[in-house]
């Protein structure tokens, strides 16, 4: 089986790309192929341009680097998103990746007179935030609750892809890191068998 890790942040010696590096060995060691796209060192775009939105409206051909993202998902079994937590959200870097590649005609099917089809059923998603507050803020405030009704079911659940992992690693700049780090082998380990991870 082959997994997609997308990693969005820009210091490549951070916690998330270790994260990340640790669910491919995981992947790895378990048998199974990896790629991993990591948006800031690609160069990725993030910025939704008129071009993105003659995607959404009129089924234009979408640019060249959206069909590039498109076709990485396409050829992986699952998807696994490693990001911090910025503003209690997706880094901006990854919210763009997703504004332009889950897009109406490949991640979704709609128009104005027709139900949505959700395109993406095959796809396992698999979710892993780092962020330095505690878990008691996280829940206190309603942020973890809140993160998974706008990224799993908001934005994976619309186009029919099923989160099977979604967990906060926090308290990140605390003392917790090899926690995580070990936490995101597992996960790997045991990423093709998703039915234990469901988060």
């Known amino acids: 089986m082959h997994a997609l ?6 210091d490549p010696q951070s916690l998330t790309h270790a ?9 790895s060691s378990s048998g199974h192929t990896v790629e ?7 160069g990725f775009d993030p910025r939704y341009t008129c071009a993105d939105h003659l995607v959404h409206r009129t089924r234009a051909m979408p640019p060249a680097d959206v069909l590039a993202e498109q076709a990485r ?7 696994v998103l490693v990001f911090p937590i910025y503003w209690w959200s997706l880094p901006g870097l990854l919210k763009g990746w997703i504004d332009r590649v889950f897009v109406n005609g ?9 139900p949505v089809v959700k ?7 698999h979710l892993l935030g780092l962020g330095a507050a505690d878990d008691s803020a996280f829940e206190r405030h309603g942020y973890a609750k809140a993160m998974r009704t706008q990224i799993d079911y908001g ?3 619309y186009c029919g892809a099923q989160v099977l992992t979604s967990e906060l690693l926090l308290e990140s700049e605390s003392g917790n ?21 469901v988060g």
């Open 155 to 157: 934005i994976f659940d």
């Open 19 to 27: 994260v990340a590096a640790q669910v491919a060995a995981g992947l």
């Open 119 to 125: 395109k993406l059923r095959h796809l396992p998603v």
């Open 73 to 79: 998902i396409d050829r992986a079994d699952a998807l």
């Open 5 to 10: 890790i997308v990693v969005a942040h820009h």
């Open 106 to 114: 490949w991640a979704i099917d709609y128009g104005p007179d027709t």
């Open 177 to 197: 890191a090899q926690a995580h780090l070990r936490r995101a082998n597992a996960v790997g380990q045991g990423l093709f068998q998703a039915e234990t991870l």
């Open 36 to 42: 991993i796209a990591d948006l800031a060192a690609e």
